[in-house]
């Protein structure tokens, strides 16, 4: 049995323990000279580049070998690792704008939506809204993305699998998420996932291939999450270790949806480490005033039925490292629908024999209701 790559607390930390070192991939290189520079000004005024951080004398393990810092694992970003651009608030839906900020990811599938990013499927009442949250890296919601149908259904999948840990035969198996203790990691992950059988989460399938436009193989197995009071998935990237790689490739996208609402003041949002929420022209000011304002995070709250799109890769498989990010704890349940797509075709591990072919005739199925034609 190899567990999929969401079974472990979090990539990150498989990395470094695949890798024996410190850090991903990009970390493992010799380290870059941070960049020592304020934002720039004029035109650039959005594109952030962080102050590097202070030096201080490594803490060391028992074996005289430095214990790595949330720094050495996440690394604070550089101007290397590309700009970083808001989206400014109040700016109106352009489909244009979308299609620039999709160019260098596997994207979304911007036929279906008109020039205000209202989806042309369904009947009126159900239709899809898209936005854009943050424009480089890309980061999007689908507003109604499930109907409150969906949700009931996917949250009574997950009352129906409690407990269920692959001995009979339910639809998903449970997996308490591993709490990694070792210092080699800061990643924790509280709360519990369901894999799901594919057969079982056409609904979601469809859509996701209705938005996306990728074929069914390239799908990681579906999965429900559920977050209880104070639990959280800290820091981490969603891209696959490299000695994983042979499966499917890297992940592409992510794409998680939302089952239900949690108050701005019960935590439980997906948080960006280094993204910024829409600018506008007052916490532009603020910003200045402040060397560290993590105030103003791209923070994403939880609304019920609303799809996350975001992209832990380039569409040529190259990670990025923009993209860090975590579930903050969640002081009131929080649950999840969450779907990977990868590079190429991926193998299932779990439930037994889930195969993506045998949810094809009722993606089809739903791809028909939905009235979304000439996806893959
Ligand atoms: O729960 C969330 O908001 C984020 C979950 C997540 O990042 C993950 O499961 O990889
Ligand atoms: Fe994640």
Excluded at 153 to 162: A, L, P, T, V
Excluded at 260 to 276: A, C, E, I, S, Y
Excluded at 316 to 337: F, N, Q, S, Y
Aim: glycine letters at 6%.
């Amino acid at each position: 049995f190899v567990p999929p790559p969401s079974a472990m607390s979090s990539h990150v930390s498989s990395t470094i323990l695949f890798a024996g070192g410190f850090g991903t991939a990009k970390s493992k290189s010799a380290p870059k000279k941070k960049a020592n520079k304020k934002s720039k000004s004029s035109i650039l005024s959005d594109i952030q580049v962080d102050e590097a951080p202070k030096q201080s004398t490594p803490k060391l393990d028992r074996f005289g070998l430095p214990i790595p810092t949330e720094d050495d694992i996440f690394p604070p970003l550089t101007s290397d690792d590309g700009a970083r651009v808001p989206v400014s608030d109040g700016d109106e839906f352009n489909k244009e704008d979308v299609a620039e900020a999709l160019q260098h990811h596997i994207g979304v599938n911007l036929d279906i939506f008109d020039e205000n990013g209202q989806s042309i499927h369904e009947e009126k009442s159900n239709r899809w809204k898209l936005k854009l949250l943050h424009q480089d890296p890309p980061v999007l919601s689908v507003e109604n993305f499930f109907s409150e149908a969906d949700v009931e259904q996917y949250k009574s999948m997950i009352e129906s699998n409690e407990g269920n840990n692959g001995g009979g035969n339910g639809d998903a198996v449970q997996l308490s998420s591993p709490t990694f203790s070792s210092s080699l990691s800061l990643s924790r992950r509280t709360s519990t996932t369901w894999f799901c059988k594919y057969e079982s989460m056409s609904c979601l399938l469809a859509k996701a291939q209705a938005l996306l436009n990728v074929d069914l193989k390239q799908m990681e197995e579906p999965q429900l999450v559920r977050y209880r009071t104070g639990e959280e998935f800290s820091w981490h990237y969603d891209e696959i270790p490299s000695a994983q790689l042979s499966n499917g490739g890297q992940r592409l996208a992510t794409l998680l949806v939302y089952l239900n609402d949690l108050d701005k003041d019960r935590g439980g949002g997906t948080v960006f480490r280094d993204l910024k929420s829409p600018v506008n022209e007052s916490n532009k000011r603020k910003e200045k005033g402040s060397s560290k304002g993590n105030d103003n995070q791209l923070t994403v709250r939880p609304k019920s039925g609303t799809a996350l799109v975001f992209f832990p890769a380039f569409k040529d498989g190259k990670a990025d490292p923009r993209t860090l990010h975590k579930g903050e704890v969640a002081l009131d349940t929080k649950m999840i629908a969450q779907l990977w797509i990868h590079e190429k075709e991926y193998q299932a591990s779990v439930p037994e024999n889930n195969l993506q072919v045998d949810a094809a005739s009722g993606v089809r199925e739903e791809l028909e209701r939905l009235g979304v034609k000439n996806v893959m």
